[in-house]
């Protein structure tokens, strides 16, 4: 079967033919997958930087693809055959089982991850051998398509909830990207009383949040995109999530805040921030990290899909098939896509 994978410790992708991943083993189920989505993570483990060499190099070579959902066509022993058929999307932060962590039942805490497309071979392919336990049943009437979105989705309903989220907040979310958008997109289905956006030469990417019908958005590159900010802002914002991965913003975003105010950092910025310690302390701010997204979190964004899928389907803007994954990927590395999805 063809799949991307990732070869050599370098920079680049390689669309190769594999063998099929054969019958599944204990607690397995093989999927055959309908979509998966390109992710930050892939772009970067395509640039080769630095913070993947260290913990990918001995897993090489492996496929990649960790935001995607299918259909189970086997199980593995233990597993119900009836979940044959069901259409699923996959956690893809598969706990080691061994470490500490594990064996005291802390499995998001695991010490040693065996992540779907980045350890273990993953969803650019057409099919996929994932422990059971780590599929979510996709609720009916979500297409298996709009199912890709779950995984992205799910951090950024995890960042919501680490800053205490609740109906009624004032959220401004800093970055455009899947993730940021993914967190508007959450926020106003869950009853955000004011959700703005802020970017920087993102145009594409926040007129698909004006077409969702999310108003307040902002290119600081823009003409008076600072001004009409600071009026937005009012007062201040009860909830910041920083969805840019840019150390620059983390203190604008304490900017953004009301005294007492949470930003909630959900970017994985590669260099140090610089943190205005005063105003942090004058207004009594939080910052706080979020990261390891719990099983809490994907229930949450697979109720909300059931809910209003149409709500969602936009997020999705582009669509190659696997054999045209170069150039989905030189469509990412743009930065002018939202979700590009990549069909088997």
């Known amino acids: 079967m063809l799949s991307l994978r990732k070869l ?197 990417r926040l007129d698909v949040l004006r077409a969702m019908g999310i108003g307040d958005c902002f290119d600081m590159a823009e003409p008076g995109a600072a001004e009409a900010l600071a009026q937005a802002r009012g007062e201040g914002f009860d909830l910041v999530v920083e969805a840019a991965g840019v150390p620059e913003v983390i203190d604008q975003g304490l900017a953004l805040l009301r005294p007492q105010g949470v930003l909630v950092v959900a970017g994985m910025p590669e260099r140090p921030a610089s943190v205005d310690i005063m105003r942090l302390v004058k207004y009594r701010l939080e910052i706080r990290g979020a990261s390891r997204v719990p099983p809490s979190a994907w229930q949450m964004v697979l109720k909300a899909l059931a809910e209003a899928p149409d709500s969602f389907a936009p997020l999705v803007t582009h669509r190659f098939p696997l054999a045209q994954a170069d150039a989905a990927f030189r469509l990412c590395h743009g930065r002018t896509p939202s979700k590009v999805l990549l069909l088997p």
């Open 8 to 204: 050599e410790a370098a920079g680049g992708l390689s669309l190769v033919e594999v063998p099929e991943p054969g019958s599944p083993g204990p607690g397995e189920v093989l999927v055959r997958v309908a979509a998966t989505g390109i992710c930050g993570t892939d772009l970067s483990v395509d640039r080769w930087t630095a913070s993947y060499a260290g913990f990918m190099g001995k897993a090489l070579p492996v496929t990649l693809g960790h935001e995607t959902a299918g259909r189970i066509v086997a199980v593995g022993a233990g597993v119900d055959p009836a979940r044959i058929g069901c259409a699923i999307v996959v956690d893809p932060a598969v706990a080691c089982r061994r470490c500490a962590r594990c064996r005291e039942g802390d499995f998001i805490g695991c010490l040693d991850r065996q992540a779907v497309g980045l350890i273990r071979d993953g969803a650019f392919a057409p099919l996929l051998l994932a422990p059971d336990d780590y599929c979510y049943d996709l609720p009916d009437g979500v297409p298996l398509e709009l199912g890709a979105l779950a995984e992205p989705l799910s951090v950024g309903a995890h960042a919501l909830a680490v800053g205490g989220f609740t109906v009624g907040m004032r959220i401004a979310v800093l970055g455009p990207g899947p993730i940021g958008q993914g967190v508007a997109a959450l926020a106003r289905h869950l009853g955000a009383a004011q959700v703005a956006v802020i970017g920087l030469k993102d145009a594409p």
